[in-house]
T-cell receptor
Framework: GENVEQHPSTLSVQEGDSAVIKCTYSDSASNYFPWYKQELGKRPQLIIDIRSNVGEKKDQRIAVTLNKTAKHFSLHITETQPEDSAVYFCAASSASGGSYIPTFGRGTSLIVHP | DGGITQSPKYLFRKEGQNVTLSCEQNLNHDAMYWYRQDPGQGLRLIYYSQIVNDFQKGDIAEGYSVSREKKESFPLTVTSAQKNPTAFYLC?????????????FGPGTRLTVT
């Protein structure tokens, strides 16, 4: 099955700095790579996703890049704000019995200091 | 996300008792999922269902059971066979189980077994 590694496990930055979270995956057939943000005590929510036919996608201060050859993808947050503090999860969707099931990374706790 | 609900928010049980966690969605989604979240472990898949009356084991199905008698409902039973049941449980749904579909998460149930 798919295996997703996520680094770092904790990331501490100053407000206004950029933050980068990296994930690698093992199944070359994976075709969908979402990123979820989970604030303390709340449910995970999708913040951005990318499909295997695209190399980069941006949405305001967040961007995701995908390198299919190297099997890694990254989340970039620019001009970080305290409200960006949360746990971020990456995932890769690979086939399982005809369905595409996401496998999640272990999460990155991002702390933005004012 | 208000379209997927879980109850109760907190649940306490004695060791040796089975307990059922509720998950309901009104999004008309075909696919539903159960995840377990432990600190530093990410989201681990317990069971998933792509359609009514059908479900598949995930990575950590031992000690759990599910049913999918209605499209809207996907209850999870934590049995006494689950060796370490204390955890945060998240239910999710997506429009279907084909590749590249966003997941919507419920608010979660925190189960404590003593």
């Amino acid at each position: 099955g798919e295996n997703v590694e996520q680094h770092p496990s904790t990331l501490s930055v100053q407000e206004g700095d950029s933050a980068v979270i990296k994930c690698t995956y093992s199944d070359s057939a994976s075709n969908y790579f979402p990123w979820y943000k989970q604030e303390l005590g709340k449910r995970p929510q999708l913040i951005i996703d990318i499909r295997s036919n695209v190399g980069e996608k941006k949405d305001q201060r967040i961007a995701v890049t995908l390198n299919k050859t190297a099997k890694h993808f990254s989340l970039h947050i620019t001009e970080t704000q305290p409200e960006d503090s949360a746990v971020y999860f990456c995932a890769a969707s690979s086939a399982s019995g005809g369905s595409y099931i996401p496998t999640f990374g272990r999460g990155t706790s991002l702390i933005v200091h004012p | 996300d208000g379209g997927i609900t879980q109850s109760p928010k907190y649940l306490f049980r004695k060791e040796g008792q089975n307990v059922t966690l509720s998950c309901e969605q009104n999004l008309n989604h075909d696919a539903m999922y159960w995840y377990r979240q432990d600190p530093g472990q990410g989201l681990r898949l317990i069971y998933y269902s792509q359609i009514v009356n059908d479900f598949q084991k995930g990575d950590i199905a031992e000690g759990y059971s599910v049913s999918r008698e209605k499209k809207e409902s996907f209850p999870l039973t934590v049995t006494s066979a689950q060796k370490n049941p204390t955890a945060f449980y998240l239910c999710a749904s997506s429009i279907d189980g084909t590749g590249g579909k966003k997941q919507y998460f419920g608010p979660g149930t925190r189960l404590t077994v003593t």
